[in-house]
Every structure is written in structure tokens, then in C-alpha cells.
């Protein structure tokens, strides 16, 4: 049981809250847990939304922030975002079982997105003190500057999603995946 009391419907999260808990329905046919939960704050569900939506305008491709998702919750050990990403990368973002191993191995399969994954887990594991030599190799894969800037907010915002459901145990809405690494 979640240690924050989640909305069990739209109607009754926070009036502020409702538009916002509406529109991720009509995207995504459901409101997940994390999202009624984090309801508890407008102002917290608003920020979620508008960094999730402004970074999907991104040019990080979608299934490299999908893998990053999946990197992020592995070494944060969060097992709703591990679930929550695995069930979106398969059916949404089309990726392989294989590649999704990769990805919760801090690697993936593609080379290019090989770069961006291990970056990733190199700011989670550093705090964001990357080296120089880090930063250059995911420039050597082809990522520009404007794409190491959002793997860093990918990596903010899953960390954020990673601590919220850590911290007050959102109930798991998607089949279960467990985190083999906790940091």
C-alpha cells in the first residue's frame, strides 16, 4: 500500500489535478498510479507533465528514452518505473527482450543508443559527475549537444519518478518487474 493515499478515480484527486489526470487518460487510456498519486500536488503533476511533454519533443528518438527509462530504474532500483518502462518498451516502443536485458545492463544492443544508456547510467552512478572522456564518446556516437542536454533531463526526470515511487511505494499497476541492482 502506498505510503501517500492515491486518488482511486479522476473525481477524486485534488480539482486542480483533474484536467491534468483527463489528459493523460485520453493519451494514454488509463491514468497509472504514479500519475494519481503524484495528483496529490498539482503543482508536482503539472511539472511531471510539462518536462515529460517538452522532452518528447525532444530529439533523443523515442526508444532511446525508453531504454534510458529502463537503465535508470535498474540502477535505482525502483521496481514500478522497471515494471512501467518494460511494459512500454515492449508494446509501445517495439523493443526486443533481448535489447530490454541490454538496457537494465546499463548497455544496448544498438550502437549508437549504446552510447546514450551508458552515459545515462554513468550520470546516475557519478551524481552527474561525469568525466570529459564520457561526455566525448556520446558525442563520437552522433548525439549533439542539444541530445546530451535531454539525456540528462531523461535522466533528472526518471530519477525523479524513481525516487517518488521508491520513496511512498506506488502500488504496481503493470506487471510486476523486480531491480536486480539497488544503489
Request: glycine residues 6%; hydrophobic residues 45%.
Amino acid at each position: 500500500m502506498s505510503r501517500i493515499p492515491t486518488a482511486a478515480t479522476v473525481a477524486d484527486a485534488p480539482e486542480a489535478s483533474r484536467p491534468l489526470l483527463d489528459a493523460v487518460n485520453k493519451a494514454l487510456g488509463t491514468v497509472p498510479n504514479l500519475h494519481r498519486l503524484v495528483a496529490t500536488s498539482p503543482a508536482a503533476l503539472e511539472g511531471y507533465l510539462a518536462m515529460n511533454g517538452a522532452l518528447a519533443k525532444g530529439k533523443v528518438p523515442a526508444q532511446t528514452r525508453e531504454r534510458i527509462a529502463l537503465a535508470v530504474a535498474e540502477v535505482n532500483g525502483c521496481d514500478y518505473c522497471l515494471s512501467a518502462h518494460t511494459y512500454l518498451g515492449k508494446n509501445v516502443s517495439k523493443l526486443d527482450d533481448a535489447e530490454i536485458t541490454a538496457n537494465r545492463n546499463g548497455a544496448s544492443n544498438d550502437p549508437k543508443a549504446d552510447a546514450a544508456v551508458r552515459f545515462a547510467v554513468q550520470l546516475v552512478k557519478t551524481r552527474g559527475h561525469v568525466g570529459a572522456a564520457d561526455v566525448e564518446a556520446v558525442r563520437a556516437a552522433g548525439y549533439t549537444d542539444a541530445q546530451l542536454l535531454e539525456i540528462v533531463q531523461h535522466v533528472a526526470l526518471n530519477t525523479w519518478t524513481n525516487y517518488v515511487n521508491s520513496a511512498f511505494q506506488t502500488e504496481i499497476d503493470f506487471p510486476v518487474v523486480t531491480a536486480r541492482v539497488a544503489a
